[in-house]
């Protein structure tokens, strides 16, 4: 038994809480830990059940074994205190593997560690205390179900880079969390985002993978600085009043000997060779139906939340963790599903207001749903489906779309099953894809920006919480590369650029400060088709609405300009046009409406008010619905009688 504190309360640590998968704190066990308040003195314990021995190597001992053989206490767990070791050194352990192998392995608990292609861990204090300011935010932080929600997806090491340097100079090709937070948070308000999204940070070794083929999970990578920096970066957001939602793989890592591959000289961590061991990108799966696998990934978890201050983590690859290698058709992966359900309650209940986010491309029911109603416990899921309906609609040529004109208005048949947010993430813009402006259909430039101005206003009036990634914003040709950073020139120097980086910023504005847009996202009588089905001229027409606010949203995805196009309405009422994606400050030829409309007493479909309305080539209206008042009726005197 170890007793552990944190945040006020004291926990008691167990091997069988362990074995159990019910562990969350398993790094305040596990690791390298000062015993005094002055950084001398570490105390080291490793779990390495089929090991023969486990000895401590490092910069106190000249990295020779057998100085500091480790002692096997409960469970296999090897234990070892080192008076002379201090904080800032570098370890690893050397074990003495079933089968006679001797591999030199980095802490896979390490806080910290070098920066590639070197791998040992650092000895690290790991002190949150010292360093957060943020008790209000954390007190008033929300899951956002009924607030917006508008996130700003990014990778650290490419957002800006330092000038003049190369990958050749190492660690000086990227800016620190110290360097990169006050220019990021300023862009970010500037932009009305309400979150960041960091993409992975957890230790990785190879740039290409973004740090989604993890080494070390529970050190911050070296890349961008310390882990205190780290923290400074988080609460630096949260004085701005930005979230900081972390990205993670919690299904998969590296196969690099010197990280958790046959720890031990067995299959620890992993699947024993078979067809499920490995991933489809030449990683290895996490076994979790071990106890102590489950236990390693929640304290992973709860270790960002506790010790980062993170306010939530977007969870990658979750389909690969439901169904047998991601494969609906070798079936649910029984054991996986009731890890996501364990460590999701766990979390939830133990960290205030935490958002848990699934990438999870299939149709598994009730990713969102609570634990006790017989779902995964997920916050939030991506809406893939939305996503490769969209783009693939906005590829068509619109002689054609029609045809396919159930590719934009599908998504609200399934909407509310699950809790979604609409992702145009990194992984729609690299490898050959395309990026976002370039997927439009048509060579022709203006066009182009047309369309992905609707299809951003679109995006942005749809229900649901929003994800762009890095650069989306700038309507960039260029696919992200990790190399290079954002492709800032073009609004300076290119006017199609700079007028749809204020169409995006002030689109943004517009659906973060009013309620109809994001109050009942997931509420049925928050949205409200007016037609779907004009698969002839090619436009969508609906309302998003909350008590006391009403917008109506007019989609033309045509190249053609429509002068009279009637809509239907519910009430007698005045339609304002509060934002035109046609509006020659964002680049259109400014075919508007730049009066009130108002309705007539005239049935269109099933509509018994409507209006006319203009719409632009590719040009989507947002109106604002003032309903006029009708008159009271006078109440009739009755006569008294005696």
């Not at 960041?196 to 080494?215: C, H, K, N, R, T």
């Not at 619109?398 to 509310?416: D, Q």
Request: with cysteine; glycine share 8%.
């Amino acid at each position: 038994m170890f007793i552990t504190s944190g945040d006020g309360e004291m926990a008691v640590f167990t091997m069988d809480k362990y074995y159990s998968g019910t562990c969350c704190d398993a790094y305040k066990y596990f690791g390298a830990h000062p015993v005094s308040d002055d950084d001398s003195g570490i105390l080291f314990r490793v779990y390495a059940p089929a090991a023969q021995g486990v000895d401590v190597i490092g910069e106190f001992n000249g990295w020779n074994g057998g100085y500091h053989p480790m002692n096997r206490i409960d469970g296999g767990v090897y234990e070892l205190c080192i008076p002379e070791a201090r904080v800032g050194q570098l370890y690893k352990f050397r074990v003495y593997q079933q089968g006679g192998t001797v591999v030199d392995k980095s802490d896979p608990y390490a806080f910290y560690s070098e920066l590639r292609p070197d791998t040992a861990s650092i000895i690290t204090r790991i002190s949150p205390e010292r360093v957060f300011h943020d008790a209000e935010w954390m007190t008033k932080r929300s899951k956002c179900y009924d607030k917006p929600l508008n996130i700003y997806e990014m990778h650290m090491g490419s957002w800006k880079k330092p000038q003049g340097k190369s990958p050749a100079d190492g660690k000086a090709q990227w800016f620190s969390y110290d360097e990169v937070a006050d220019d990021l948070i300023r862009y970010v308000k500037e932009n009305n985002f309400t979150h960041i999204e960091v993409m992975p940070l957890a230790e990785f070794p190879f740039d290409g993978s973004w740090g989604y083929q993890a080494s070390q999970y529970y050190s911050a990578t070296s890349r961008y600085g310390t882990p205190e920096q780290l923290m400074r970066f988080v609460d630096k957001c949260h004085t701005a009043g930005i979230g900081v939602i972390i990205d993670f793989a919690f299904v998969h890592f590296v196969k690099d000997n010197y990280s958790l591959a046959k720890f031990d000289g067995t299959y620890l961590y992993e699947y024993p060779p078979s067809d499920v061991n490995q991933s489809e990108w030449g990683t290895y799966n996490f076994n979790v139906s071990r106890g102590e696998v489950q236990s390693f990934l929640i304290s992973c978890a709860a270790f960002w939340l506790d010790a980062y201050h993170f306010d939530g983590i977007r969870m990658d690859a979750i389909n690969n963790g439901i169904y047998w290698m991601g494969n609906k058709d070798r079936g649910v992966n029984d054991r996986s599903v009731e890890f996501f359900k364990k460590m999701n309650s766990i979390l939830d209940s133990k960290f205030h207001n935490i958002m848990l986010i699934a990438e999870d491309s299939s149709d598994y029911p009730g990713v969102t749903k609570p634990v006790d109603e017989g779902g995964l416990g997920f916050d939030y899921k991506w809406d893939m489906g939305w996503m490769n309906d969209t783009l693939e609609y906005l590829k068509i040529d619109p002689l054609f779309r029609k045809g396919s004109h159930n590719k934009i208005n599908w998504s609200m048949a399934y909407f509310y099953y699950e809790r979604f947010i609409l992702p145009l993430s990194h992984d729609e813009v690299v490898h050959g894809k395309a990026t976002v402006v370039q997927k439009m259909w048509g060579g022709d430039y203006a066009n182009k920006f047309a369309q992905v101005r609707t299809l951003y206003a679109y995006m942005f009036t749809h229900p649901g919480k929003k994800l762009n990634f890095m650069g989306n914003e700038l309507g960039m040709f260029r696919e992200w590369d990790e190399t290079k950073e954002l492709d800032w020139f073009l609004i300076n120097d290119y006017e199609m650029h700079r007028c749809f980086h204020r169409f995006f910023r002030e689109l943004g504005a517009l659906t973060t400060q009013n309620p109809a847009f994001y109050e009942k996202d997931y509420e049925e009588d928050g949205f409200l088709w007016i037609d779907a089905d004009d698969g002839d001229n090619n436009v969508y027409s609906y309302y998003r609405m909350t008590d006391g606010q009403k917008y109506v949203i007019v989609c033309n995805m045509a190249p053609v300009c429509r002068e009279n196009y009637r809509i239907g309405l519910k009430d007698a009422c005045t339609l304002t046009e509060v934002l035109n994606t046609d509006f020659e400050i964002y680049g259109g030829k400014g075919i508007t409406n730049a009066y009130p409309v108002k309705s007539e007493p005239v049935p269109h479909k099933q509509w018994l008010n409507s209006a006319e309305i203009r719409l632009a080539p590719f040009g989507t209206c947002i109106f604002e619905v003032k309903e006029e008042l009708k008159p009271k009726k006078k109440k009739s005197k009755k006569l008294i009688t005696p």
